[in-house]
């Protein structure tokens, strides 16, 4: 559903109405704004044009609306979430409401959520019946869901019928829209429910409340056309739309005139950058070129498709500078079979020449994965295939996750015909494989001296700081408060499995604001 259907729709439900309980007509106060998401609309990639919007501001008649109010935003799930929340903050604070730590003093709360996994939606689905007193000892309290479960049709049903106290839904697409929902939530005595089918548009000049200054993620597309049968984010995302070129460069200076230190390009399957473009050829390859030309020490981007991994980023990323050389790679699969079920669209043997090319024009590159165990008909060799393609590339970490349907995906409607006992231990396997390769990674670092881009004190021992690596190691270190923010040279005196302890022994570059 677009804009002017979602108007038209309100006029509908308007003129419906059948309040006659007072001369004066409230019914537009109190109309239900439900548009559900549609999964099969989803599957269309609907044809629709895309919209390119850089004017966005709050409308003049919701200034102050949060005037004396508080917000709270609880985030689930991946950077791009995280993102959308930075996002979201800065629309309430342009409203004029001020952030809160706690629920107890919120007078808006929202769930920015996740739906990769049953797990993040069981999570959320607890929250909101926690949250269930507390909306019953303060009616006049706002409860929100938003983010990618609000974009699954069984999700919003659910909610519809067994939380009814919820006061409104809000889709990815819908982010923009929040001060007019907000209003409608206020006004209205039922649940706004606001998800738009349609693709989503590109909004610029969207405010934003950032975490720290430190580090920042840069959002360079949305959306996925990959369709692996697993994967729910096509459907809650979108169809891939790239950001302007001049945007992202624009606002990646803002950032480094401002100090930032690193940033992270942002995007569901970011290196397929500008493929949507037809005016111009310019994809991830040609935006880094320009972007390593920026005084910012530091950029990253996440996550990569194998697909789209092309020969001109790979020249480019071997530049170095201040391109990083930790590349996330997900794999998912050692199994060219597998991969086939899974809709990948590469096979084993593609996979791997990709890392030959990769490790050839970038030598001491750190390369990461994802991998999913016990998809539908994986076979015992199947999963002997993934242990040994991990042995092979030598990855330095992984993210390791047994398969669960989700519904929506072509996967759900296959057999889950591998038995969780078989699942859990084949996980444990990788998991045995993927420790054992990144303590072999991390013993390389002994006695070394190495670059850590200090963000703080350690989370366990506030007398410790703790920071990144170039290839993304985290490093606990001694040293002064003052190197907080800063780029440090710290010698490793001990390697561990997943981090690094050091002492620092040099400063390298100072936070400045330009």
Not at 29 to 39: D, G, K, Q, W
């Amino acid at each position: 559903m677009n804009e002017q259907q979602r108007i038209e729709n309100q006029q509908v439900n308007a003129a419906n109405s059948s309040d006659k309980k007072s001369a004066k007509d409230y019914s537009k106060y109190f109309e239900r704004v439900i548009t559900a998401p549609s999964l099969k609309d989803a599957k269309k990639r609907g044809k629709e044009e895309v919209n390119y919007q850089n004017d966005f501001k709050i409308p003049e008649e919701f200034q102050g609306m949060g005037n004396g109010r508080k917000f709270y935003i609880r985030t689930y799930g991946c950077q791009m979430n995280e993102h959308d929340t930075e996002v979201m903050a800065g629309i309430f604070m342009a409203l004029g409401y001020e952030p809160t730590e706690t629920v107890e003093d919120a007078n808006v709360i929202l769930l920015n959520t996740c739906a990769i996994r049953e797990n993040a939606e069981n999570k959320v689905f607890g929250e909101i019946g926690h949250l269930k007193s507390l909306k019953m000892e303060k009616p006049d309290l706002l409860l929100g869901v938003c983010g990618c479960m609000s974009q699954e049709e069984s999700v919003v049903n659910k909610i519809l019928r067994t939380y009814q106290y919820v006061d409104m839904i809000f889709g990815t697409h819908n982010i923009h829209r929040l001060p007019n929902i907000l209003h409608e939530a206020y006004l209205s005595k039922e649940m706004v429910v606001e998800v738009w089918s349609k693709e989503g548009d590109v909004i610029e000049n969207l405010p934003k409340v950032r975490r720290g200054n430190i580090k920042a993620w840069v959002n360079i597309m949305y959306g996925c056309d990959k369709f692996c049968t697993y994967c729910i984010v096509p459907f809650t995302r979108g169809k891939e739309r790239s950001r302007r070129p001049e945007e992202i460069i624009q606002e990646v200076r803002q950032l480094a005139a401002h100090g930032y230190q690193e940033i992270t390009l942002l995007g569901q399957n970011v290196n397929a950058y500008g493929k949507d473009f037809t005016d111009i050829q310019y994809g991830l390859g040609d935006l880094m070129d320009e972007l390593r030309k920026i005084d910012i020490p530091r950029i990253r981007f996440t996550t990569s498709h194998p697909r789209d991994f092309d020969d001109h980023l790979i020249e480019v990323l071997a530049k170095g500078g201040n391109l990083m050389n930790h590349i996330h790679l997900p794999v998912q699969s050692g199994s060219t079979d597998v991969l086939k079920i899974m809709a990948r669209k590469y096979s084993r043997e593609q996979y791997l020449e990709l890392v030959r090319k990769i490790k050839a024009a970038i030598p001491d590159v750190a390369l990461t994965t994802d991998i999913i165990v016990g998809y539908p008909n994986e076979t015992e060799e199947q999963f002997e295939e993934t242990l040994s393609l991990y042995r092979e590339v030598g990855y330095e970490s992984a993210y390791t996750f047994i398969y669960s349907p989700r519904e929506g995906t072509p996967a759900a409607q296959m057999k889950d015909n591998v038995p969780m006992e078989v699942k859990k231990e084949r996980l444990q396997r990788l998991n045995n494989l993927v420790n054992e390769l990144s303590a072999e990674a991390m013993k390389k670092y002994q006695g070394q001296v190495v670059e850590v881009l200090v963000e703080g004190e350690s989370k366990n021992n506030p007398d410790v700081l703790a920071g990144y690596t170039s290839k993304n190691k985290l490093v606990n270190f001694t040293g002064p408060k003052t190197a907080i923010g800063k780029i440090v040279k710290v010698k490793i005196t001990e390697a561990k499995t997943w981090s690094l302890n050091g002492e620092m022994v040099e400063e390298l570059k100072p936070l400045e604001v330009k």
